[in-house]
Each structure stands twice: as C-alpha cells, then as structure tokens.
C-alpha cells in the first residue's frame, strides 16, 4: 500500500472487554513499531518487531497488553480486560529497516467507557 | 526524569514571521535526533534525523541543526500551512536502540 493503514480508526470499549487493533506495514518494511501517545502528549514506545522476531516489549504497560506479527508483515496489538487508563491513540509505524525514515499511520483512537 | 525537553509548549506566528522550535535532551551517546510534524487527528510524519553535533539539514522553510545539547527547528517565513505540532525525540543507547524517546511538543498556529 501506499502507506501504514491501522484500523479500526475508533474504537469505543466498555471497561473490561478485549481489543485488537490492526496494522498493516508498507510492504516490504522490515521493522515495526507500536506507540501509544495520551492527549496532548509525545507518543510512548510499546513494541518493536524486526519481521516476525518481537526484539523489544519493555514499553508494553502491563500483561494484558500482547503484541504479534506472526507472518513478519501485519501486526496486531491486542488489550486485554481494557482499564480506562488504556484510552489514547494507538500508533504503529514501519521503516526499512531500524529508526531510519519511519513511516507512521493515522492511529487508533480508543476510548474505554 | 525528562530526557526530552520542547519548549515553548505552544507558539503563535503571524505568516512571514521566522523563529526556532527548542528541543533540548539529556541523553548520553546520541545515536540520532528526530523532528516529526503531527497534524491534528494524524500520525506523525517524518521530517529529519540529525546524527552528530554541527549537522543542519533543510527542507522548504524548515532548517533542523543539533548541539550536544539541543537541536532547534529553525521556520523561516512561515505559511499558514506549517500550523501543526513538531515533535522531537531521540534515540540513545541508554533508551534503547530500537526505541524513540519523544518530547511532548511544540503546537505551533501561523496567522495569515
């Protein structure tokens, strides 16, 4: 595609349901990233995969937070038992390869009621 | 602690009038310094990495360049066009190599 897609673009939850939030990279990107930015706010890093491989997770807040890539291209991040603090905009980016030039896609805005 | 630090928090511009975005990082062994724009309801969108002290890079009227310290993103003769937020963030290997530490940015509003 011509650039990271993430869907939903909204979401609305009740408190305790599950999420998954969808990204689908620019072909061909190896690494990807999930960011979570709270309004107002700079975005704060989750995860980071290199294709299929998730080499860092030490920005995921909790253990209901889970992430894969399990074909090495579209990734989902997925909240388990969603708390109120969980509603923000979740943002997922890819690049060739690393920090180089990352690309990043419009977000999905969660909010948990 | 804060390791990135963006000020002013916000500022107004009238069309045409120049200035500079601070951000200044505390981090030690500076792999590279980013600049992202944020319009609202968008991801950011990549606008340069800088890597060592002394480095400029230009694009239209924006002109990023670092010091050990902090880089500044110089807006020469803004257009209404380059209201949005900047955000910086950095890459260190105390944060990380994989992993962008970002500032909470710079909401700029150019007037025409």
């Known amino acids: 595609g011509a650039g990271v897609s993430q869907s939903p673009r909204y979401k609305v939850a009740k408190r305790g349901q599950d999420v998954a939030l969808r990204c689908d990279p620019i072909?061909?990107?190896?690494?990807l990233f999930w960011y979570q930015q709270a309004l107002g706010q700079g975005p704060e890093f989750l995860t980071y995969?290199?294709?299929?491989?998730?080499?860092?997770k030490s920005g995921l807040p909790s253990d209901r937070f889970f992430a894969e890539r399990p074909e090495g291209s579209v990734s989902t991040l997925k909240i388990q038992r969603t708390q109120q603090e969980d509603s923000a905009v979740y943002l997922c980016?890819?690049?060739?390869?690393?920090?180089?030039?990352?690309?990043f896609g419009q977000g999905t805005r969660l909010t948990v009621v | 602690e804060d390791q990135v630090t963006q000020s002013p928090e916000a500022l107004r511009l009238q069309e045409g009038e120049s200035s500079s975005l601070n951000c200044s990082y505390t981090v030690s062994g500076l792999r590279g310094l980013f600049w992202y724009r944020q319009d609202p309801g968008k991801g950011p969108e990549f606008l340069f990495t800088?890597?060592?002290a002394g480095e400029e890079k230009e694009k239209e009227r924006l002109k990023a360049t670092l010091t050990k310290k902090e880089s500044f993103l110089h807006i020469t003769a803004p257009k209404p066009e380059d209201s949005a937020t900047y955000l910086c963030?950095?890459?260190?290997?105390?944060?990380?190599?994989?992993?962008?530490?970002f500032g909470t940015g710079t909401r700029l509003l150019v007037s025409p």
């Open positions: 995969f290199q294709n299929e491989a998730q080499l860092d």
């Open positions: 963030a950095v890459q260190a290997p105390d944060t990380g190599f994989q992993k962008l530490v």
């Open positions: 800088l890597y060592s």
């Open positions: 072909s061909g990107h190896v690494s």
């Open positions: 980016a890819s690049s060739l390869g690393g920090l180089t030039e990352a690309f």
